[in-house]
């Protein structure tokens, strides 16, 4: 071939060349970039080149995705990551629907789209819930990831809801991700808050077998409680006994009796029917219960059916916190007062057990004024017919359960029967030391007067007297307070957890229905100490009788930022039934 023929054929070919290259979308281009998308030899590249333009604007507009437009290193305006999204996120979605074969770029596209939350892109999070098994499992965690963190148009929410239960209802396996789909699946459906998932997140609460783990269960009755659908009572009131088939240690009474709560008002006289006996279902599991518990651990106490339903009733009904239940409730502690002291058999045993359950969550009803003489009399009285050593395989912390309970009664009317077992020196150590806490945390000036007066009738460096000066911060405080609400709402930004744990106390005697003591003790549910937490979650439940937003609130961001922490974990139980019990009040 003749030198000028190559020369001419070389040029042709650069022609081609160049021409083709200029087809090729500019990497920075989200536009040109959506467009190659179609192109199977193409998507890889592209959708790379869209997931670093998509990152490198979000990071340029501070991580608020709802910026058009950003400036780049020159000082140029280009598409922020909204306007990424403008051009690439309808493309993205098709692409994935429009090709199923190609998983691996399917799952690269729903990462980004993850990344981007934006609602255009549900109609590829859905097609990825009909998940393929070994094929496209994570492909369905993805899109249950990404309605979690998308605001879903209302308009949009059934079909989602109908997509993720057909996907979870086909988990059936064990396998590790059989289980992150179904954890992540329940996520979805309670945080779209909407009770069209009632039957599906009820059927997975239900459901016991062996090819399920019992905190899945959990999960789902959870779940449930957000949505408070009085379609939930039934199988919550169950879910109250329910216990894993191989793990009768494991329930989920806790998180059941906390949807109730969440439900509401409609649950208080299903609870109450359960308390007098009327739940037949109830009894049955509850015997089946305890006979599990026998087999596992021969040497579990003997346990009533009867007890286990009045215990866990009780303990409902107290987190309900409705003034209606403390009728109910003291009938049970009744029978109690109306047995001779002395030894303990079967009938007193039952007895106790019904009595404690029920006394100590009678301090949690949002109770009158009116109410608080019998209260007092019950406690009192639940006290004084319980065995000193009872129960035999825990001696003295019956009585000791009833004393703490006093304390968080706010009932000053209490202080001189706390005051009469404290100064006692020939009473047991435990109940002493209780009482005195009591005494102690609820005075003020001239009544902490006399538990200055125990510790100095106590010998010098006894057991008894250095328990009891851990307490002279407190003392200290109430000294200085006294009667002053203002005094004791400075004192909550004390450095020491004592004063602090102190001042909420008497914030809550002085304070109730006061709208700056609630706000000053809703600065701090984050308190960095968990005592002082607890003590202020119960203060916030006295004080704010007509309910508070701003203290739900509250509770909900420390619990989104705690979740799975031992801060949050030691305190969950009591701040999501506050966080339920002012949300009933206030509704």
């Keep these: 071939m003749k030198r000028t023929h190559i020369v001419t054929l070389l040029a042709a070919l650069g022609t081609v060349l160049a021409v083709a290259i200029g087809c090729h979308a500019k990497p920075d281009d989200p536009a040109g970039q959506a467009e190659e998308l179609s192109d199977p030899v193409r998507r890889e590249n592209a959708i790379a080149n869209l997931q670093r333009v998509y990152t490198q604007r979000l990071a340029a507009a501070e991580g608020d995705r709802s910026v058009e437009t950003v400036q780049d290193?020159?000082?140029?305006?280009?598409?922020?990551?909204?306007?990424?999204?403008?051009?690439?996120?309808?493309?993205?979605?098709?692409?994935?629907?429009?090709?199923?074969?190609?998983?691996?770029?399917?799952?690269?596209?729903?990462?980004?789209?993850?990344?981007?939350?934006?609602p255009r892109s549900l109609p590829a999070f859905v097609q990825a819930l009909d998940w393929r098994a070994e094929v496209s499992e994570q492909h369905a965690i993805t899109a249950a990831q990404a309605i979690e963190r998308i605001e879903i148009p209302e308009g949009e929410k059934a079909g989602i809801i109908t997509a993720l239960s057909e996907a979870l209802d086909r988990v059936q396996g064990s396998r590790g991700v059989d289980n992150r789909m179904r954890i992540h699946f329940i996520r979805s459906l309670g945080h779209l808050e909407d009770r069209a998932a009632t039957p599906i997140l009820t059927k997975v609460a239900m459901r016991?077998?062996?090819?399920?783990?019992f905190l899945i269960n959990r999960m789902a009755a959870e779940e449930l409680g957000r949505l408070r659908d009085p379609a939930a009572i039934e199988p919550m009131t169950k879910g109250l006994f329910l216990f894993a088939h191989n793990r009768p240690d494991m329930r989920m009474n806790d998180i059941a009796a906390q949807s109730l709560v969440q439900i509401g008002r409609p649950a208080l006289e299903p609870l109450t029917a359960l308390l007098r006996g009327e739940n037949e279902v109830a009894t049955r599991i509850a015997t089946n219960f305890i006979a599990a518990n026998r087999q596992r651990f021969p040497d579990a106490p003997e346990v009533e059916p009867s007890s286990v339903v009045v215990g866990e009733a009780c303990f409902a009904l107290g987190q309900l916190g409705?003034?209606?239940?403390?009728?109910?409730?003291?009938e049970q502690i009744t029978p109690l007062t109306e047995l001779s002291p002395g030894d303990v058999g079967e009938e007193q045993r039952t007895q106790?057990?019904?009595?404690?359950?029920?006394?100590?969550?009678?301090?949690?009803?949002?109770?009158?004024?009116?109410?608080?003489p019998r209260l007092r009399q019950a406690l009192i009285d639940t006290y004084t017919h319980i065995p000193e050593e009872w129960p035999p395989e825990a001696p003295y912390s019956s009585r000791a359960q009833v004393l703490a309970a006093m304390q968080h009664t706010y009932d000053v009317g209490l202080l001189d029967f706390l005051h009469q077992i404290s100064a006692d020196r020939e009473a047991l150590?435990?109940?002493?030391?209780?009482?005195?806490?009591?005494?102690?945390?609820?005075?003020?000036?001239?009544?902490?007067?006399?538990?200055?007066?125990?510790?100095?009738?106590e010998p010098e460096g006894s057991q008894v007297r250095q328990r009891l000066e851990e307490f002279l911060p407190a003392i200290a405080t109430a000294t200085e307070c006294d009667e002053d609400l203002q005094c004791y709402i400075g004192k909550l930004g004390d450095s020491d957890?004592?004063?602090?744990?102190?001042?909420?106390?008497?914030?809550?005697?002085?304070?109730?229905?006061?709208?700056?003591?609630?706000?000053?003790l809703i600065e701090h549910i984050d308190h960095a100490n968990v005592p002082v937490r607890g003590d202020v979650l119960y203060a916030i439940d006295w004080v704010a009788t007509e309910g508070s937003q701003a203290a739900v609130d509250e509770i909900q961001r420390v619990r989104e930022a705690e979740e799975g922490r031992s801060s949050w974990n030691q305190i969950k139980e009591l701040a999501m039934a506050v966080k339920a019990r002012l949300s009933a009040r206030g509704s």
Excluded: W
């Design 352 to 372: 106790i057990s019904n009595a404690l359950s029920c006394v100590t969550s009678l301090v949690q009803i949002n109770r009158a004024d009116a109410d608080t």
């Design 73 to 118: 290193d020159e000082g140029r305006d280009v598409p922020g990551p909204m306007g990424v999204a403008n051009a690439s996120v309808e493309a993205l979605a098709q692409t994935y629907i429009d090709h199923p074969e190609d998983s691996q770029n399917g799952q690269r596209i729903l990462n980004l789209l993850l990344e981007m939350q934006d």
């Design 497 to 520: 957890p004592m004063v602090v744990r102190k001042a909420a106390y008497m914030v809550a005697r002085y304070g109730r229905g006061n709208e700056q003591a609630l706000t000053a």
């Design 322 to 330: 409705f003034r209606e239940s403390i009728g109910p409730m003291i």
């Design 208 to 213: 016991i077998h062996e090819d399920q783990n």
């Design 429 to 457: 150590f435990d109940f002493r030391v209780v009482a005195y806490i009591a005494e102690v945390m609820l005075g003020n000036r001239a009544e902490v007067a006399r538990a200055r007066q125990v510790i100095e009738g």
